[in-house]
């Protein structure tokens, strides 16, 4: 291992003579070589993918950029293996860094490759290649600074300029991957649509699209897709035609068949669950929301440990015991970038969440829709029009926002009571307990809070479906009620519903939730001021006095158990509406339906020059027809034909 490694620092990982730095072995053995290892692996699955990808263009112009991107790569390439051969000559045995440098330039060879193929098959710019120079510029950055700090350039000035002349050719090569395709390039005309059939037919209209179809992986993190859009939004007000086209997963008849696809599979196992059938067909696009918010609850923990060191380091400037400005410019920087990724993946967590809320209303209303169109008379007299629209509107709404929203609070809030509750205990010592146990006191109260709700929100739906009903009725039967002037008794029946009961019903509610927004505001306090109190009082040792360091940290630690705390309790009654309303559409999806396989469909073409007046629409021959509670038919051998243009009663 000594011999794989000739530096004398070791594996590291950091360096004991120089700050904020990672030791040579460390550099080559792990990240350069881990870089490029990974890449070759991804690229080569990504090659075998484009393999049989149709090529979007019969002729492809050889634009200048692209024959400018691939001299740059394989100028890399040269100066990767010139690198290379200077550190052979340097070590003339087998050891990291040759290990490294050899990796490095196979990888700049497969992405050539990678390059060529993804122009002519793809028209977004290419995630892989791209996270693939970004990593590497940043590597050789290292590398760079580390061979300045060591002295290098005197000592072996071949390896520095090599090096020196790589980043640059990579910093050039993610600069020109990263800019957009022209549309121009991959748009077909109608003839060579007709020599390329694989091609998608909506690629000749490119134009119309979407800009975040078009958009690389920077593009869609920063969102400056939307650029154009906006300035034009700016400039006057935005017209229908300044838009771009729907993309296609958001249409509704593809949103209805992937749901309808699991739905329908859930109806054949024999025990139905609508959240399977809803987890199977969005479960993906949550699992990434939630990977989101998993790095934004993660990295926004490493803002309290940086100020710390932060202050830290302030307090000791200009003392014996102090640290080289190296760190201090690390920790704010650091503090930066944090703040940075934390915002990012923030958003990026919110907007995953919105597509879904979209795509799970959309799911869920046509089913509902669907649904009405399928009902058994029988299933049909517990289902008003009104309660009907209920489920549309206000039940699949109530859901998909829990399940975009709320869901995944369910495990993001305990997870940043611990960790914060975790550091508070590294900063504070055991007076931290005194927080936690003020807030075990607060959830038996939140709890009891949230099931008051819940029975309050379960009558108030039966109550406003009460309403429906007899809104419907009236509305239905209007001519019929002025004529016989019975307005004041309708009139009295749905204000008995709506004041008495309904009205009655929210104002309890709305004063349950007021006592439970006055709990959750009041928990953060308390839980603050009697953690700092009992330090103050009963330790104030073991961490030392309330030093600026530990008041700050700790206050930034509370400020953010502060908001898993106050929204981490509407969970609960958010979570009981939701699985009421869900409840609901499930009853309503399950209800009874006709018998499909007593009717037979043929299709039909009116305008058919055959087409005559003759041809029978609707026949019934031999019909038995009854309710599907009784046994026996109501009706035996109905016959009849209606045929086209007849008039029947």
């Known amino acids: 291992m000594l011999q794989l490694c000739p530096s004398n620092e070791g594996w590291g990982p950091l360096s004991p003579s120089r700050p904020v730095d990672f030791t040579l072995c460390f550099q080559h053995g792990v990240l350069v070589t881990g870089l490029n290892m990974l890449f070759i692996f991804v690229a080569c699955l990504r090659l075998r993918a484009l393999k049989d990808a149709p090529i979007l263009l019969p002729t492809v112009v050889a634009q200048t950029q692209f024959w400018v991107k691939m001299a740059v790569v394989m100028t890399a390439l040269v100066a990767s293996t010139a690198e290379l051969l200077v550190l052979a000559q340097l070590y003339p045995y087998l050891n990291v860094f040759m290990i490294s440098m050899a990796l490095q330039s196979v990888a700049v060879a497969i992405a050539i490759r990678l390059h060529w193929r993804e122009q002519f098959t793809n028209r977004v710019a290419s995630t892989t290649l791209l996270l693939f120079w970004l990593a590497t510029v940043l590597l050789a950055l290292m590398r760079l600074r580390t061979a300045i700090t060591m002295d290098v350039v005197n000592s072996a000035p071949a390896v520095v300029t090599a090096c020196s002349v790589f980043l640059l050719l990579s910093l050039a090569a993610l600069v020109m991957e990263s800019q957009p395709k022209p549309h121009m390039l991959y748009e077909l005309d109608d003839e060579d649509e007709e020599y390329y059939p694989g091609i998608p037919e909506d690629t000749s209209r490119c134009t119309y699209q979407s800009p975040e179809e078009r958009a690389n992986i920077f593009s869609r993190l920063a969102f400056t897709w939307m650029t154009p859009l906006l300035e034009q939004g700016y400039r006057k007000p935005l017209q229908m035609e300044d838009t771009w086209e729907l993309s296609r997963e958001y249409h509704p008849d593809v949103v209805n068949a992937r749901f309808q696809r699991n739905w329908q ?36 923990f490493l803002n309290p440990i940086l100020l710390s060191r932060l202050i830290g380091f302030v307090s000791r400037y200009n003392t014996p015991n102090a640290e080289p400005i190296e760190y201090g410019y690390f920790y704010a920087i650091s503090m930066f970038l944090v703040a940075t990724v934390q915002n990012v993946a923030l958003q990026q967590h919110w907007v995953q969440n919105q597509r879904v809320n979209c795509l799970l209303k959309v799911s869920y209303t046509t089913a509902i829709y669907r649904k009405t169109m399928t009902l058994s008379n029988d299933a049909r007299q517990n289902y008003s029009i009104g309660g009907i629209v209920t489920h549309m509107s206000v039940d699949s709404q109530r859901v998909a926002d829990f399940t975009a929203n709320f869901s995944h609070h369910l495990w993001s809030s305990p997870l940043q009571i611990v960790l914060a509750l975790y550091l508070l205990y590294q900063t504070l010592g055991w007076c931290t307990f005194a927080g936690v146990i003020v807030m075990l006191i607060s959830i038996p109260t939140s709890a009891r809070l949230g099931r008051n709700m819940r029975a309050l929100n379960k009558m108030l739906m039966g109550y406003r479906d009460r309403r429906m009903k007899i809104m419907d009725e009236v509305l239905s039967g209007i001519k019929i009620i002025k004529l016989y002037a019975w307005e004041t008794s309708f009139l009295k029946r749905i204000n008995d519903i709506r004041v008495t009961l309904e009205l009655g019903t929210i104002r309890n509610y709305g004063a349950i939730q007021s006592l439970f927004s006055f709990v959750v505001t009041l928990v953060p306090f308390a839980v603050s001021f009697s953690t700092f109190g009992l330090y103050s009082l009963m330790d104030n040792v073991s961490h030392g006095p309330l030093t600026p360091q530990l008041v700050f940290v700790s206050l930034t630690l509370f400020n953010m158990v ?54 029978v629409l609707v026949s019934v021959r031999n019909g038995e027809f009854k309710w599907l509670t009784a046994e026996a038919p109501t009706l035996k051998n109905v016959n009849i034909e209606c045929k086209r243009d007849q008039l029947v009663a």
């Open 265 to 300: 599979a859930e109806l054949r196992s024999g025990n139905p669950s609508l959240f399977r059938a809803t987890m199977r067909t969005y479960g993906l696009s949550l699992a990434l929301g939630g990977f989101y918010k998993l790095i934004k609850d993660l990295v926004s």
């Open 562 to 615: 502060r908001f898993p705390l106050s929204h981490g309790p509407m969970l609960i009654p958010a979570l009981l509406e939701a699985m009421v309303s869900t409840r609901r559409i499930f009853d309503f999806l399950t209800a009874g339906e006709i018998d499909f396989e007593a009717i037979e469909r043929v299709s039909y073409d009116r305008d058919s020059p055959i087409a005559t007046s003759d041809d």
